[in-house]
């Protein structure tokens, strides 16, 4: 079978091949770029490999392009890149692996197109179209995977236990590929994951979150996770969600399986927002439910406190799976603590007080918040759902109406810790926190407007509380 070559590709792939003809070295694009063609999906990464050197082959094809482009050589794994009018080119020549059980990292020697295609780890990213001048354009398929393609199978070349023990991401990949693509898993292969599984150990954090982001990035991310858990990864590389899974019965009183649930949250918020942060709170907002379950008598099953349990939770999840300790990491805390929240003013008089504080403590994220709150709706009842959805309506148009009245928007109080000690002539000290705390909840409980004449006139009366005298004046700070 021919690969249809699209007009630009066509230059590209002849200049490869004249460049590969030159040093005698035969050339092939291999890999994703050809299953993504095939598929009809944008692709602007090309891997060429050659039966002979890969960087002189770059250097040679970067030698015949004008602006010259600079050649990056990864020598410690042989490989060599170039970008060319948006298309990132990468060379790497034919080889043969051999691996230790106790290491990903192979030993490599020189090999054949052959070799280097029982490498891969599946039989859709095994193809590949030769650049010889006789053979220009040929699909070279020894796995049949054009045959997979079609039937929509993800495949490992060789039997699965080798093709995994060598290279255990390959293992998350296949489960990565499924969600993406919506293929099947081949039975022996997706056996061969529950075999093997342990082998993930060997594998870095970091490339483990990288597969599992890919895997929340696309649009229905439950596939995925529903594959983890059922090959038994999951249970290795974020056991906090594994244990959401299973429902306890007693007294004739059951509670949710909150990891079906959970799943089922995420695949709602995919709808709604491509936010990954906002994805990962989805993924960890009732986290903590096995650590805060209680059974009562009367009222049945209970998880009190599990969004304050489960933002405590997060970092050590986020440093295990070397994902950024920083503003990222708060934002998803700050979700999966205040997740609760809306629901609780839905089922209440909303007062102007309430929503002050769900204002001033969600900040510029309310948005997000309201979209995984929205998400966290899942029942089937129909009127029930109705109810839910008509009250987080009715909160947003109070949020709308109490922001506008008390400009309480992406609020801050008037009144800062360096006006306070300004005014009372002091250093930074305990009694500062306290006027400050004093002074914003006057304004979040509606006692004082939001205004800073008014808030200024709080302070000084809680500094009085503390013996504190004045030593200036609303009008001495310019607004």
Sequence with gaps: MLFSIEPHERKVFELVGRCARAIDVPAYVVGGYVRDRLLGRPSKD???????????????????????????V?????????????????????????????????????????DDQNRRDFTINALAVSLQEDTFGLIVDPFDGLTDLENKIIKTPLEPGKTFSDDPLRMLRAIRFSTQLGFAIEPNTLQGISKYRTRIHIISKERIATELEKILMTPKPSVGFKLLFDTGLLQLILPELALLQGVEDKNGKGHKDNFYHTLEVL?????????????????????????TKRFHKDTGWTFHGHEWV????????FRNL?????????????????????????KEEVTDSAVRRLLFDAGPEIEDLMKLCESDITTKNPKKMVRYLEGYEYLKSRMSEVSQADRMRLWQPPITGEVI??????????????????????????????????????????????????????????L
């Design 46 to 72: 090309i891997d060429i490999v050659c039966v002979g050197d890969g960087i002189r082959l770059a250097e040679q094809v970067a030698a015949q392009l004008s602006p010259r482009p600079k050649v990056v």
């Design 74 to 114: 990864y020598s410690r794994f042989g490989t060599a890149m170039l970008r060319w009018e948006g298309i990132e080119i990468e060379f790497v020549g034919a080889r043969r692996e051999s691996y230790r059980e106790d290491s990903r990292k192979p030993e490599v020697e020189q090999g054949s197109l052959e």
């Design 267 to 291: 695949d709602n918020l995919c709808r709604r927002s491509n936010n990954i942060w906002l994805r990962w709170a989805a993924v960890l907002h009732d986290i903590a439910k096995p650590a």
């Design 310 to 317: 489960g933002a405590n939770m997060v970092p050590k999840i």
């Design 322 to 346: 070397r994902l950024p300790l920083d503003s990222k990491m708060e934002y998803v805390q700050k979700m999966v603590r205040l997740h609760l929240r809306p629901i609780s003013l839905t």
């Design 421 to 478: 000690m300004q005014t009372f002539d002091i250093q930074p000290s305990k009694e500062v926190g306290v006027i400050k705390t004093a002074v914003r909840e006057a304004i979040l409980d509606g006692a004082i407007n939001n205004e800073f004449e008014l808030a200024f006139q709080r302070m000084v009366e809680e500094g009085a509380k503390l013996g504190l005298e004045p030593k200036k004046t609303a009008g001495d700070f310019k």
